[in-house]
């Protein structure tokens, strides 16, 4: 399967976890236009620019949405029978969305991206030097004779979709992907109007963009956010966008499942819908019955680029914070918990007497940063975060990035077996980023799993012998002062402990959450874990500079 970034004429391939991803953000590729298809009509409106403005209604929101009107099919002498227990089918569908897409058209708005053409290479290649009664010498002469009439003339063009938030500050909100490629923004509205725009900000986390049109007479229409997560599969939408550049289509279907991760982003919590979104689609809206906005359309699955019911929207609640702080700040501001996390494993909740794989737990602590004095540790496993359930490890950065920054928060956390609450002070994400060269997000990312391990001799750890840590064997595997525990002194060639990266220098911090400092410590921990029924240690582990992470290795 093919999953593309919506927004324009042209594809970009990108191979990501496992599957093809196709983005199609005619901003990212600098070839030349593709010529169109004998029946593609011509992208974009056509219309008078200097033609009279008529002035758009603004929206005028149902106070309740349009409902099902499910209306019996009639008894004749050729359905009387339909079904032996006299069920009957039903035969209308939903009330026609006609008065509600009226309102909302004229706030949907086609993004034009000009582009200036690619800059010349400083000069032509000259041809190769063959001997005049080669067969190729003529064929290689006409093709470099014509490099210049090949290339593109004038500046290219990509289309996406829009739409007003705050029509008084002429604000516009697209995807960042339809616009990252810089060059001249015009907003082209359903009447054929043609503002420019200025970029206000970007955020490509969640791949979103906030434009503010420039100063015009023409009268404009808004929409605004609704609460996405009241949103149930099975709850029809309706997108409104650009597809192909043929200018305002809408579009409808349900919401086919919430809470999609495509590993697109740190963030991802997809609205996935059925209603037909195309290239060109990336940055409108997706409209609930209310004539709110819960969803902008920003990827679709496809093996031919084009809508197969398969369309992903941003979720409004994630959005909302995001646009108002590109309005406010033209940038983002995210809290920053300075931790990096990974998922609760069955193994993990195993060795921990987890009744559920749920939280998020903590691998390593970033130092400098908002936790580095002990607030939370390695190995602590985060429950709950300012009141809000952590139910998956994805969850966690969701929830801090949409905390203010500076904020104190209650953080319910598993430590040693025992639930408690501790109190954090958030960062920032951003200014954490800049201070720090590493590539990995700064308080997510789920990180590597442990895998599924082989079984060990008794009380031990598969291929592992452990050592005390002296002056000697601080010296040899020049292991800092700071990092106290017991050393892993050789490790089992082939074996699960050498596959999994462990090698000897390695310092044990914790075991199942508990500090060792000796090896006859972490020998009773082990043993205590076995005549408790645990199958497996969890274990918390050092490098020698200092560096945590951790992993699950079985005992007997």
Known sequence: M??????????????????????????????????????????????????PVQPSPQVDLPAKPPQLDLVPVPETEDNANLSADGDRRLASGPESVADLAEKLLPAVVNISLNQPPPES????????????????????????????????????????????IDADNRYVVTNNHVIEGGGEITAVFPDGTRIGA???????????????????????????????????????????????????????????????????GPYDDFIQTDAAINRGNSGGPLFNMYGEVIGINTAIISPSGGSIGIGFSVPSDLARGVVNQLIEYGETRRGWLGVRIEPVTPDIAESLDLEKTEGALVAAIITPGPVDGGEILAGDIILKFDGRPVTQSRD?????????VGKTVDVAIIREGEERTVEVTLGRLEDSERASASDDEAE????????????????????????????????????????????????????????????????????SQELVSTVEEAMQRLETLRENGRQNAFLLLARPDGETFIETLPIE
């Open 2 to 51: 093919l999953l593309r970034r919506l927004p324009l004429g042209r594809v970009a391939a990108v191979t990501l976890f496992g599957a093809m991803i196709a983005f199609a953000p005619a901003v990212l590729a600098q070839e030349a236009p593709p010529q169109p298809m004998p029946d593609q009509l011509t992208p974009g409106p056509q219309d008078d620019p200097t033609a």
């Open 396 to 404: 966690l950065p969701r929830i801090v990035a949409d905390t203010e």
């Open 198 to 264: 200025t970029l206000r900000g970007t955020d490509e986390k969640t791949d979103l963009a906030v434009l503010q049109l420039d100063e015009s007479d023409h009268r404009l229409t808004d929409v605004k956010f609704g609460p996405s997560q009241e949103m149930r599969i099975g709850d029809w939408v309706m997108a409104i966008g650009n597809p192909f550049g043929l200018g305002a289509t809408l579009t409808v279907g349900i919401v086919s499942a919430v809470n999609r991760d495509i590993e697109a």
């Open 444 to 511: 997510g990312g789920t990180g590597e799993t442990a895998d599924d391990a082989e079984e060990a001799g008794p009380a031990a750890l598969a291929g592992i012998e452990l050592g005390e840590i002296d002056a000697l064997a601080r010296s040899q595997y020049a292991i800092g002062e700071d990092v106290s525990g017991v050393l892993v002194s050789s490790v089992v060639r082939g074996s699960d402990a050498e596959e999994r990266g462990i090698e000897a220098g390695t310092v044990i911090v914790a075991i």
């Open 121 to 164: 290479s400083g000069g032509e290649i000259a041809p190769p030097d063959l001997p005049d009664d080669s067969p190729f010498k003529e064929y290689f002469e006409d093709f470099f004779n014509n490099q210049e009439r090949d290339a593109p003339e004038g500046p290219t063009s990509s289309l996406g979709s829009g739409f007003v």
